[in-house]
């Protein structure tokens, strides 16, 4: 993960201010796991189950909190195992209901777009009306939400790519940077789409809330509006719950990191309380808790891959050099 490229990458560089960058590194992903992989995923849950059966937010987050503590303490992988089969599957069942609804709406693609743009960078997308404040307002949640989306740059894929096993380093990275580009361009937009054109993002419900309206909605058109809580329940489950294994992972590295192997079943028992914490607080709670420990991950990071372009260049002269890239 990032925090040994700095240790060991840049100890030439920063003497031993380089172990100090990786602790810092560290320590953020370990607030970071239960932050952005963690409360906002059981939030996220609670809220969808709420939203389409009326579950209460106390009963699911038990039923949830549970779950994770027979996979990452009990060391019960099956049901890690089968989420992580049915995501691809899920993945391709909301796609086709998101172009399904884009289509029956088509002649509001231009408007959608419109909106967009205009609302972007014009007073109405700020508080307040203030037109100077709507583009730093727009832009800091843009990245905010993109960088929670995507996790470009944080530092938290390193962790499960580095895992690989390929002779040249360039190529993991190049297949780790499609995911950024899949979601951000592919289903973020698709969803930002779906929400705008049925005006679901003016019915006063936030969350996930808003996309089940939405799906509700553009998928009325064709007597399917019926099946939309069921699609974006069944989804976001499978999807939050793949991603709270996961951060489990990053935030076990990082807790192993900075004090050994002794600390990682601590570390799991917390991360499954953050889990509960995370299902039963409010959403704005929730969120401003995992702005703020996103933005402690990724400057670390962002500082450490700079200083290692040169390494970067070299890579990258080194593969492109070689018939590898070719196939």
């Avoid at 409360?39 to 039923?63: C, I, K, P, R, W």
């Avoid at 028992?269 to 420990?293: A, E, K, N, Q, R």
Wanted: glycine share 10%; net charge neutral; aromatic share 14%.
């Amino acid at each position: 993960g990032p925090m040994y490229y700095m240790e060991y990458g840049l100890k030439d560089r920063l003497g031993k201010h380089a172990k100090t960058l990786a602790v810092v590194f560290a320590s953020a992903a370990v607030l970071c796991s239960l932050g952005t992989g963690n409360m906002a995923q059981s939030n996220s849950m609670t809220d969808v189950l709420n939203t389409s059966y009326g579950t209460s937010h106390l009963l699911a987050g038990l039923v949830i909190t549970g779950f994770v503590l027979l996979i990452v303490v009990g060391g019960l992988k099956r049901i890690a195992q089968v989420t992580s089969r049915l995501v691809p599957f899920m993945a391709v069942i909301y796609f086709i209901a998101a172009i399904t609804v884009i289509i029956l709406n088509y002649d509001k693609i231009g408007s959608s777009f419109y909106l967009i743009f205009h609302d972007a960078f014009t007073g109405s997308a700020a508080t307040g009306g203030f037109v100077g404040s709507a583009f730093i307002l727009t832009l800091t949640m843009g990245v905010r939400r993109g960088l929670f989306s995507n996790e470009a740059g944080q530092g938290s894929a390193p962790m499960a790519h580095a895992a690989a096993k390929t002779p040249y380093p360039l190529r993991e990275g190049m297949v780790a940077s499609l995911e950024p580009f899949i979601d951000t361009i592919f289903i973020c937009t698709l969803t930002a789409l779906v929400i705008i054109m049925t005006g679901a993002w003016e019915s006063g419900v936030a969350g996930v809330g808003m996309t089940v309206i939405a799906f509700e909605t553009g998928l009325a058109k064709i007597s399917l509006g019926y099946l939309a809580p069921h699609i974006i329940s069944f989804g976001l489950l499978l999807f939050a719950f793949s991603t709270i294994i996961s951060w489990s992972y990053y935030g076990s590295r990082a807790a192993n990191y900075l004090f050994g192997e002794r600390a990682i079943k601590p570390y799991y028992y917390l991360y499954s309380l953050f889990v509960f914490f995370g299902s039963i607080w409010g959403l704005d709670l929730v969120w401003s808790f995992v702005d703020m420990v996103i933005t402690f991950m990724t400057i670390p990071n962002l500082i450490a891959i700079l200083l290692l372009t040169p390494v970067i260049k070299k890579e990258v002269k080194d593969y492109f050099g070689t018939d590898q890239w070719k196939s």
